[in-house]
Structure formats: structure tokens, C-alpha cells
């Protein structure tokens, strides 16, 4: 069965929680997908922009070092940390403003957490010649002041939020309050596979462009499909994105990787589904860390992109039905991952990713060579020395 169904359910999970005044723009928007889906142009438009202004496709760049001092199996990086604005967010910022244009909408918001999607968004709206106005909690803000200017030198509006935790959680809301009150001209550009339906959908579909190209470098190169796929996990859209194209294929094992935070017992974590149960959060049924009264948790992790309480929703059908399985790793042992890679391969890797090369460390020392594990590196670490400094207390 080809998921998700016309409600945008995966099994349980997904569909459309929204107020009713949101219910035509999902419409306008799922119309325009699927008139986009049916037209080659706009796929080449897609893919020129990918290739010309994003860099892709991203090298499947075997680590050798890494490999050989884990001595066990064969290591492969997607290098998602070499496309444009350093992560693999601006496969779906380019896809969803094309898809703007076609819905005749100029104006564009979006949320940001640590700034990275408001980055990526900010630079395809430039690109597309789109307004772009980003929400952001004042908390992040402060946080992140590199890429609130990053944001408006790429000529975008940014939009301090002051409510709630003035973190991701809130931006997001305001982003929706915003769509609601400008819902005929504007379009949501939501950062991760999360949201009402179609989101994950779309979403899902531009960052498939991943797992598309590493299923040809695989074939090209070795002539099979991976033994193993490992990625890191927030809203869920790098995993779902090099995941999808190979869920049919029962040989390649899926392995997503949660933030643990300070430890799954610490309730100062992001495991939604290692540690969370079903709920309703920005629009759709998932995974979800509550409290007993059904309160969204705060939640923790020292790697930005992945400290949020919710996950997408087809990592929570794909969690039940086992076709993938989902594992944590903590703040600290992030960091040993981000030291490890970055001396070994000269390649320093997002906190985020981090989490996911940990696991590789766990699991390859114990495999032999032939055995091949293929990890989404979904962004470079520039962005992260600052937090890594602290952590390691001027070890740095
Ligand atoms: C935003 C981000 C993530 C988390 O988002 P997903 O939707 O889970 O992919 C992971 N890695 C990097 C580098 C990010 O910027």
C-alpha cells in the first residue's frame, strides 16, 4: 500500500489537525503537489537547481580512516554537509518555494529553531526571488546570533518570539498564526517532515533526492544497495529523505538515531520515540514527549536541530511496524563522535549527524569489512565549534 492514504495518515499516525480556516490552503497545497508531480518540468527546474545552485549530487564518500580505526565494517558518509547553506535543509526550501511560485505566492514564512532552516529558507527565497519573514524564539535568537545575520543578509525578515519557552516549539506556532491571518498569499514553508498532511509528504519527497542518488553511487560503485542505513533523527526529514527510496528493499536495515540528552532518564532529552507515546502536536498524530495531563515536555539536546518534542509522522508508522528501528545517544557521547570524525577524516560534522556516527561506532567494530553502513552526515559543524568549546570546559 502506497502511503500515506488521501487523509495523510500512516497507519495511525499523521492527518490534519488544524483549524478549519487552514483546511483550503492543505488543499491549494496538496493540488499544487500533485499538478507538480505530474509535470517533468517542474522536476528539471528542481533538479537544475539542486545541481547548479545547491551542489548536488552530494559525494558518497567512503571513510577510510574512520573504518579502519573502528575495525570493522565499511563506512560511507553522504556528504549533505556539501550542499549550499551545509545541510541537506536546502533540498527542501528550493522544493517547497518552487511550489510556491506555482501557487502564484510571493510571501513565504517560515520558523527556525537554531536558524538553520531559516538559513536555507532565506537563501532559496533570495534565489527565487520570494519575501521570506522567519519566526524565531528570543531564547534561539540570543543563542544564534551567526545565522540571525546570515538570515538577514540573505534579505530576510526575521520575527523574535517572545511566548512560551521563546524556542522552536513557540516559532512554529506563530509561523502558523501568521498563515492563518495571511493564508491568501503566503505559503508555510515547514522545515521537516512534520505538520499536517501533505507536509511530510513533500517534505519526504524533495529530501528523497538523498537516497535516490546514494541508491545509484551504490550500484555505480559496488554494484549492490547498502548492508545498513544510519541517520540522525529531529523532525525526521534527512532520515526519511535517504530512508524512503530503499523501504522496499528488505536487505538494507534502517537505523534513525534520537538525541538521549543528558540521559533517557533525565527527562532533559528529544527521544520521541525511543522514550515518548502517541499525540498531537503542529498538526498531526506522532510520537511525542509528554508529560501524564498530555503537556508537550521541554525537552533537551545539545545538538539544535534535534532538540523538539515531536517527530514526523511516518517515522512513527515505520518505528510499529519495524521496518526501521530507532536507537538514542547522548549529549556527551555526540561530542566524543564529533572529535572522533573530525580528527580522523578531517571532516567536522554537525552535533546532529554526531549523534547518528556515535551508533556507527557501537555497532562496525563487531561487523566484518564487506559489510557496508551508509550514514547521513546532514550538516557541517561550523555552525556547533562554539557549543563543543563549552562542552569539552576549554579543553578546545
Ligand atoms: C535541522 C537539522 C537536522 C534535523 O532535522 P531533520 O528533519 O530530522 O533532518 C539534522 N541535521 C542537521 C545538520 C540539521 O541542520
Redesign the pocket.
Known amino acids: 500500500m502506497k502511503l500515506p492514504d488521501k487523509e495523510g495518515h500512516f497507519g495511525l499516525y499523521g492527518g490534519k489537525f488544524v483549524p478549519e480556516v487552514l483546511m483550503p490552503a492543505l488543499s491549494q497545497l496538496e493540488a499544487a503537489y500533485n499538478d507538480a508531480c505530474a509535470d517533468p518540468s517542474f522536476w528539471q527546474e528542481f533538479q537544475a537547481l539542486c545541481h547548479n545552485y545547491a551542489g548536488r549530487p552530494t559525494p558518497l564518500y567512503h571513510a577510510h580512516q574512520l573504518s579502519a580505526k573502528l575495525g570493522g565494517a565499511t563506512i560511507l558518509l553522504k556528504r549533505?554537509?556539501l550542499a549550499h547553506t551545509?545541510?541537506?535543509?536546502i533540498n527542501n526550501t528550493l522544493g517547497q518555494g518552487l511550489l510556491a511560485l506555482r501557487m502564484g505566492k510571493r510571501r513565504v514564512v517560515a520558523e527556525t529553531g537554531?536558524g538553520?532552516?531559516g538559513v536555507a529558507a532565506a537563501a532559496a527565497c533570495a534565489r527565487l526571488g520570494l519575501d521570506c519573514i522567519v519566526y524565531m524564539g528570543e531564547e534561539d535568537i540570543r543563542r544564534q546570533a551567526l545565522n540571525l545575520l546570515r538570515m538577514k543578509l540573505l534579505g530576510a525578515e526575521v520575527r523574535p518570539v517572545s511566548s512560551g519557552s521563546r524556542t522552536l516549539k513557540d516559532a512554529i506556532n506563530e509561523a502558523i498564526r501568521d498563515w492563518v491571518t495571511n493564508v491568501g498569499d503566503t505559503h508555510y514553508l515547514l522545515?521537516?517532515?512534520v505538520g499536517p498532511h501533505p507536509y511530510p509528504m513533500i517534505v519526504r519527497h524533495f529530501q528523497s533526492i538523498i537516497g535516490e542518488e546514494t541508491r545509484e553511487q551504490m550500484l555505480e560503485r559496488y554494484q549492490r544497495l547498502p548492508d545498513h542505513i544510519v541517520?540522525?533523527?529531529?523532525?525526521?526529514?534527512?532520515?526519511i529523505?535517504i530512508f524512503h527510496p530503499f523501504i522496499g528493499d528488505p536487505s538494507v536495515k534502517l537505523t534513525g538515531v534520537e538525541a538521549a540528552g543528558r540521559g533517557l532518564g533525565s527527562e532533559q532529552h528529544a527521544a520521541s520515540l525511543v522514550a515518548g507515546r502517541m499525540g498531537v502536536l503542529h498538526g498531526a498524530k506522532s510520537y511525542l514527549l509528554q508529560d501524564r495531563e498530555g503537556q508537550v515536555s521541554p525537552t533537551h539536546s545539545i545538538?539544535p536541530?534535534?532538540d523538539y518534542p515531536g517527530v514526523?509522522p511516518e517515522h512513527s508508522y515505520l518505528k510499529d511496524s519495524g521496518r526501521a528501528s530507532y536507537v538514542a545517544v547522548t549529549d556527551s557521547q555526540a561530542v566524543e563522535a564529533f572529535e572522533l570524525l573530525s580528527a580522523s577524516e578531517g571532516i567536522i560534522p554537525?552535533l546532529?549527524?554526531a549523534h547518528a556516527i556515535y551508533h556507527v561506532t557501537r555497532i562496525a567494530p563487531d561487523l566484518p569489512r564487506d559489510h557496508i553502513i551508509v550514514v547521513n552526515l546532514?550538516?557541517?559543524g561550523d555552525k556547533d565549534i562554539h557549543i563543543v568549546a563549552e562542552a569539552l570546559g576549554g579543553k578546545l
Open positions: 549533505e554537509d551545509g545541510a541537506h535543509k537554531a538553520q532552516h522545515g521537516s517532515c541517520a540522525c533523527v529531529g523532525g525526521g526529514s534527512n532520515a529523505g545538538a536541530g534535534l514526523g554537525a546532529e549527524p546532514s550538516g557541517r
